[in-house]
């Protein structure tokens, strides 16, 4: 990878039946780094993070090290990013086999030890042991995002995107979550992409918060960029931040 970056954006713009969505965003994600997407609803979020995974086609361009998105097969940039959308579909699969299909770009002939050994430690390190042979009709919502997450680790991905993947997760299952992406970006060195609406826990865990309005990158930078001049000009509501053992806590006023 070019000098650690992983991924880059440059000058991407997007339009839904000629309105525009994305206006010019530009960025670049290294190795081992917790990158924060934040801002309003419809600000652009979501459809930034389909662009990046190439689900959605924008203009401009996107990086992965030193090859353009557009010139990867569906299965190369499957072996590279994992994606966890806000929203997933429920069938009959069992968790075991909804996990084991993040296998499905490494797989050539069949399902090898390999596969069956990640998904197993994929399984114990989200704590998802007792519900393995569960269809995923019998899960809570919260049950069915770490499932979702987990069939995102299991691609064994150097980047991956998460789209508010702490949105039906009770606060335990949050911070369990938040820190097990923690350590594996850290420990493995890949890099996320994560979209959220609560700015504390963006503080928390990012090493970089891009705050979006309207489709543009209205500030970047460290967790400092949780101050109150700048959460008013993107969300236009009053707050207050303190510090709490260095990081931004956000109070409504």
């Known amino acids: 990878m070019n000098n650690g970056r992983m991924i880059k954006a440059q000058n991407l713009r997007f339009a839904y039946n000629s309105k525009e969505i994305l206006k010019g965003v530009d960025f670049e994600i290294k190795k081992g780094e917790m990158f924060f997407i934040v801002g309003p609803n419809g600000s652009g979020k979501s459809t ?47 968790v075991f086999d909804t996990i084991l299909l993040g296998r499905k770009p490494h797989m050539k002939w069949g399902i090898s030890e390999k596969d069956v050994e990640v998904v197993n430690k994929v399984i114990d390190m989200l704590g998802l042991n007792e519900l393995a042979f569960r269809r995923l009709t019998q899960l809570s919502g919260g049950e069915l995002q770490k499932v979702i997450i987990a069939r995102a680790l299991a691609q064994e991905p150097k980047i991956i ?13 949050q911070i369990e979550v938040m820190r097990i992406l923690e350590k594996i970006v850290k420990e493995h060195g890949i890099s996320a992409i994560i979209t959220m609406h609560d700015l504390n826990v963006a503080s928390l865990y990012a090493d970089t918060i891009v705050m979006l309005k ?40």
């Open 48 to 94: 930034l993070l389909k662009c990046l995974n190439g689900i959605l086609k924008p203009k401009g361009a996107v990086f992965i090290g030193k090859d353009e998105l557009c010139k990867l097969s569906k299965n190369e940039v499957a072996r590279i990013m994992g994606y966890v959308p806000q929203r997933s579909e429920v069938n009959y699969l069992t």
């Open 161 to 173: 995107l998460l789209d508010e993947p702490t949105n039906n997760l009770d606060l335990k299952n």
């Open 214 to 253: 309207n489709g543009k990158i209205v500030v970047k930078g460290g967790v400092d960029v949780l101050n109150p001049e700048n959460i008013e000009k993107v969300y236009g509501v009053k707050v207050s931040v303190v510090n709490l053992n260095g990081k931004p806590l956000v109070i409504p006023t």
